[in-house]
T-cell receptor, first 114, second 108 residues
Framework: DTEVTQTPKHLVMGMTNKKSLKCEQHMGHRAMYWYKQKAKKPPELMFVYSYEKLSINESVPSRFSPECPNSSLLNLHLHALQPEDSALYLC?????????????FGPGTRLTVL | AQRVTQPEKLLSVFKGAPVELKCNYSYSGSPELFWYVQYSRQRLQLLLRHISRESIKGFTADLNKGETSFHLKKPFAQEEDSAMYYCALRGAGNQFYFGTGTSLTVIP
């Protein structure tokens, strides 16, 4: 399996809701990422997990809470989001060893916050 | 500081014409550079990485350390090349820095 999968594909939530985005890969990759992408803009890095430990948090507001339950799964818990958080949320993974490790991207979850 | 610059937001070329998408970078160490492509309604995917020096779909990219550039080139553009192209640099700690992207349109 050489794909990164993400669920759900689309999510609409109110500002008081709590929801979670899920990401899964079975390529044995040990680095996993969350990105936020607005229309016609590049992906903006949010979090990096390396060997299931959070290694990078790009000053993301606490209403976004990542979780890496095991080496294949990555979650992003959402709570009290704002309309400006509406975007495509991308998950990616890469081998976490030396050398040229490309990132494999999932299809994304399109989030709309009402 | 690490930075990737793609000066052209939009680029249009005629089918069969050569195309060059520019990418410049700023990085203190030895850079690891990639080109990613995003076709309409498809996921972001790797097109090229500089270490492999390969040609994918007719595209090539050469790292020029003197000019800190990693421009993407293709001698004869095809309509199916129309997409968004991102240059990316891999920094320490598995951080990937993406340029702002160039939207390429190939005119039939």
């Amino acid at each position: 399996d050489t794909e990164v999968t993400q669920t759900p594909k689309h999510l609409v939530m109110g500002m008081t809701n709590k929801k979670s985005l899920k990401c899964e890969q079975h390529m044995g990759h040990r680095a996993m990422y969350w990105y936020k992408q607005k229309a016609k803009k590049p992906p903006e890095l949010m979090f990096v997990y390396s060997y299931e430990k959070l290694s990078i948090n790009e000053s993301v507001p606490s209403r976004f809470s990542p979780e890496c339950p095991n080496s294949s799964l990555l979650n992003l818990h959402l709570h009290a989001l704002q309309p400006e958080d509406s975007a495509l949320y991308l998950c990616a993974s890469s081998q976490d060893s030396g050398g040229y490790n490309e990132q494999f991207f999932g299809p994304g979850t399109r989030l709309t916050v009402l | 500081a690490q930075r990737v610059t793609q000066p052209e937001k939009l680029l249009s070329v005629f089918k069969g014409a050569p195309v060059e998408l520019k990418c410049n970078y700023s990085y203190s160490g030895s850079p690891e550079l990639f080109w990613y492509v995003q076709y309409s309604r498809q996921r972001l995917q790797l097109l090229l990485r500089h270490i492999s020096r390969e040609s994918i779909k007719g595209f090539t990219a050469d790292l020029n350390k003197g000019e800190t550039s990693f421009h993407l080139k293709k001698p004869f553009a095809q309509e199916e090349d129309s997409a968004m192209y991102y240059c990316a640099l891999r920094g320490a700690g598995n951080q990937f820095y993406f340029g702002t992207g160039t939207s390429l349109t190939v005119i039939p």
